[in-house]
Nanobody, 126 residues
Framework: QVQLVDSGGGLVQAGGSLRLSCAAS????????VGWFRQAPGKGREFVAA????????YYADSVKGRFTISRDNAKNTVYLQMNSLKPEDTAIYYC???????????????????WGQGTRVTVSS
């Protein structure tokens, strides 16, 4: 098993930046695909970005492409989500999730991920 802890959320003005972190403990993180999902008030959980175990494959939702960057440091057991040019519609609770796989095919469906962080709140004011 792997335990995930999300951090880095906060309140930021539109156009600002935040960097979220997903720290893993337990089993080695390097054999997991890691994804970020978000859930806005009154809405379902939606895919944001994901990165394969090797970092060779990265995939982004259209709504964040060009603004968000996902990266990982396997030596530190941490995955990051750099969020730039934030918009009010990015306001949500952000969750990282892990899927134990060595496939380079990144999955965008929440049901494919077995382990989840507790979430970190991001609020973007206009």
């Amino acid at each position: 098993q792997v335990q995930l802890v999300d951090s880095g959320g906060g309140l930021v003005q539109a156009g600002g930046s935040l960097r979220l972190s997903c720290a893993a403990s337990g089993r080695t993180f390097s054999s997991y695909t890691v994804g970020w999902f978000r859930q806005a008030p009154g809405k379902g959980r939606e895919f944001v970005a994901a990165i394969s175990w090797s970092a060779l494959s990265r995939y982004y939702a259209d709504s964040v492409k060009g603004r968000f960057t996902i990266s990982r440091d396997n030596a530190k057991n941490t995955v990051y989500l750099q969020m730039n040019s934030l918009k009010p519609e990015d306001t949500a609770i952000y969750y990282c999730a892990a899927d134990h796989t060595l496939s380079e095919m990144v999955d965008t469906t929440a049901a494919s991920y077995d382990y989840w962080g507790q979430g970190t709140r991001v609020t973007v004011s206009s």
